[in-house]
T-cell receptor
């Protein structure tokens, strides 16, 4: 909804530049991670996922990097476009369950 | 949001009244979830279902109940709405065919205001 993310960290990037959004996850045993994009007034939209047996996974204009040593996940968006403006957050699967822990998110603003 | 419909999209109600939110899916996914989203918090799990009539509590289940009588429908009921339940509610689905690690897809959300 409109009120979500009022105090989120914000990343401002110039159109055409690359964006890097970071996420620290909580459980060293977590073995599956998802990145979501959420536009104002809409539901979270699946972007890309990665399993813990991988360090990197690429999609269309997006790359997810996983650093298990420091429990860190990043989302790289190449050639950022105005349509990429949204809140981005990560989710980690709670090991051995069907539950997920979600980050609070980062707001990406694309400057024309 | 394809394949997941939440209704209503917006609801305003008064404290103390019961409220039911509906999630309908056309994907035949086994798992369905209800989350709430509030400023300063990540999505928090209220209840989830792992099959018809099979449900379990999430981390913020107090004041909520759920029912799943058909694969495609998952209902969330606020038994007696309170102002603290003003939130955006999201339904999600997944099909963990080979294990827990499967994609989670969300509906468009229901904005609920309790006055």
């Amino acid at each position: 909804g409109e009120s979500v993310g009022l105090h989120l960290p914000t990343l401002s990037v110039q159109e055409g530049d690359n964006s890097i959004i970071n996420c620290a996850y909580s459980n060293s045993a977590s073995d599956y991670f998802i990145w979501y994009k959420q536009e104002s007034g809409k539901g979270p939209q699946f972007i890309i996922d990665i399993r813990s047996n991988m360090d990197k996974r690429q999609g269309q204009r997006v790359t997810v990097l996983l650093n298990k040593t420091v429990k860190h996940l990043s989302l790289q968006i190449a050639a950022t476009q105005p349509g990429d403006s949204a809140v981005y957050f990560c989710a980690e699967n709670v090991p051995g369950t069907y539950k997920y822990i979600f980050g609070t998110g980062t707001r990406l603003k694309v400057l024309a | 949001d394809a394949g997941i419909t939440q209704s209503p999209r917006h609801k305003v109600t008064e404290t103390g009244t019961p409220v039911t939110l509906r999630c309908h899916q056309t994907e035949n996914h086994r798992y369905m979830y209800w989350y709430r989203q509030d400023p300063g918090h990540g999505l928090r799990l209220i209840h989830y279902s792992y099959g018809v009539k099979d449900t379990d509590k999430g981390e913020v289940s107090d004041g909520y109940s759920v029912s799943r009588s058909k694969t495609e429908d998952f209902l969330l009921t606020l038994e007696s709405a309170t102002s603290s339940q003003t939130s955006v509610y999201f339904c999600a689905i997944s099909e963990p065919s080979t294990g827990p690690n499967e994609k989670l897809f969300f509906g468009s959300g229901t904005q609920l205001s309790v006055l």
